[in-house]
């Protein structure tokens, strides 16, 4: 107890070198536990970027292409889908809800997706949420355009807005839909996800602005004629379409069967296992996010060994007169390593509410520019390891300083300096 009291005696006389080495160790901590945090959110956020979604149909290819094109708008599908092979398929028994989707046009850098509202209504994102409206209405008539939260901030567009389509990747004269504009019905909530990136329209209104487009080419296009083909317009085929079943443990067997599929080549993947695929193959981001949290731990340490030992010169005699009243070199020792330990969980817990309080008060900056909210909570059980060991290895690497102490003699802590 003594020994306590005089370290925190001793601290609070060295105050402001003190603080700067708690201060030290305290951003150690917050950027370790923040560089963990994003590693997993990023890769919670990745995983989840679609949910809710048992199989993911596409024409025949490999499983990534698949999903690169029809979750994240990478990419172009080797071939199309059959609009009865979607019906077909979409009326099997085993399948609850089924969902259209056609890509190929795109606005202004933004990609386009053509579907219909049960979109909106059964596709989830993240721990199964829900696509919602920050303002306006979904699909109000047929050439309404509902738009991600980045499309509407990046082109600054509003409710009522008018838009116009271009045929493909280009953006030009030659492949604007311009005698069939949009107009602007329903902007979404940032969801951190594809989605925001995407301008939606209905399957009825990209068959009309492709009608008299042959080859890419607008040959005989006009708004009269699609108006007047719009009762009778279908699609006759679509990019992909999104499944949801009844009972979960019939996934398998209903991706085989549409894998066997005799009137057409298709391809069902499971989302979440060709998520976690394509991750694998971006794991050198993860390793080196580890890296960096290995990094900043090991600069926390060396900082407060470094400033433990900075200060230890100028306490020479202070050692010495302890020493003279009778502290033995065992004493100086524990003190020395006493103060490392203390100065370590310090640190350490400044840290944790340093980063606390800063994700709270811009939680929402961070949802809104990276659609990606790190918790604010306790620390999880790898966190709290970390924690633990920057902790452990601070109050180890007092052992250095604490040695050095114990050796002090007492005639040299006595001549220091004169």
Same mark, same amino acid.
């Given at each position: 107890?003594?020994l ?7 601290l609070?006389s060295?105050?402001?070198s ?6 030290g160790?305290?951003v ?7 560089v !963990?945090?994003?590693?997993s959110?990023?890769?919670t956020n ?16 490999s499983?990534? &292409? ?25 009326s099997? #028994?085993?399948?609850?809800w ?5 890509l @190929?046009?795109s606005?202004? /850098? ?16 993240g721990?199964?949420?829900? %696509?919602?409206l920050?303002? *306006?209405?979904l699909?109000? !008539? ?15 567009? &509003?409710?009522?807005?008018p838009i ?8 030009d004269?030659?492949s604007r839909?311009?005698?069939? #504009?949009?107009r602007?019905? /329903?902007?979404?909530?940032p ?8 301008a ?10 492709h009608? *008299?487009?042959? @080859? @890419?080419?607008?040959? &005989?296009a006009?708004m ?19 499944? =949801?079943? !009844?009972?979960k ?5 209903? &991706?085989?069967a ?11 993947i499971? #989302? =979440? ?6 991750? !694998?193959?971006f ?16 600069? @926390?340490?060396?900082?407060?060994v ?5 200060? %230890? ?6 050692m010495?007169v ?6 033995? #070199? %065992? ?15 310090v ?5 944790? %509410? ?8 811009? *939680? ?9 909210l790190p918790?604010?909570?306790?620390p999880?059980?790898r ?7 920057l902790a ?5 690497? *007092?052992?250095l300083?604490?040695?050095?102490a ?8 006595l001549?220091? =300096?004169?």
């Open positions: 107890m003594m306590a009291v005089l370290a925190l005696r001793s609070w060295r105050s402001v003190v603080l700067l080495t708690v201060l160790i305290a150690s901590s917050a950027l370790i536990v923040a !963990d945090r994003v590693r959110e990023t890769r990745f995983t989840q970027t679609i949910a809710g979604t048992d199989l993911v149909v596409g024409a025949r290819t499983p990534v &292409q698949l999903l690169l094109y029809t979750v994240f708008r990478i990419g172009d599908p080797t071939n199309t889908i059959r609009w009865v092979s979607f019906e077909k398929i979409s099997h #028994p085993k399948v609850a089924a969902v259209p989707i056609s @190929g046009d606005h202004r /850098g933004f990609r386009v997706l053509a579907t219909n509202d049960g979109y909106f209504e059964h596709l989830r994102y721990d199964e949420q829900k %696509l919602l920050e303002e *306006g209405e699909f109000g !008539d047929v050439f309404a355009a509902v738009l991600g939260a980045e499309v509407a901030a990046t082109l600054g567009y &509003q409710i009522g807005d116009v389509v271009a045929h493909g990747a280009r953006d004269g030659l839909h311009d005698d069939h #504009p949009f602007v019905s /329903g902007i979404l909530k969801t951190g996800t594809p989605v925001d990136r995407t939606h329209i209905t399957l009825t209104a990209m068959e009309a602005i009608v *008299g487009w042959e @080859g @890419g080419v607008r040959t &005989q006009s009269a004629h699609a108006q007047q083909a719009l009762p009778d317009l279908k699609p006759k085929t679509i990019t992909a379409f999104l499944l =949801g079943l !009844d009972r443990m019939d996934v398998f067997l209903l &991706q085989r549409i894998n066997t599929f005799r009137d057409e080549p298709l391809l069902a499971l #989302p =979440g296992v060709a998520l976690q695929s394509l991750w !694998d193959l794991g050198t981001a993860e390793t080196a996010l580890v890296i960096v949290t290995a990094m900043t731990m090991v600069t @926390g340490v060396i900082g407060m470094v400033g433990v030992l900075a200060t %230890l010169n100028e306490r020479r005699r202070e010495a302890l020493r003279a009243v009778g502290a033995r #070199p %065992l004493d100086i020792f524990g003190l020395l390593l006493f103060e490392s330990c203390f100065l370590a969980a640190g350490v817990v400044v840290g944790f %509410l340093m980063l606390t309080l800063v994700l709270n008060l811009l *939680g929402a900056v961070f949802a809104q520019e990276f659609g990606m918790s604010a909570g306790f999880s059980s966190e709290a390891v970390l924690l633990g060991v452990l290895s601070g109050s180890i690497a *007092g052992l300083p604490a040695l050095r114990y050796r002090l003699s007492v005639h040299d802590g001549h220091a =300096g004169g």
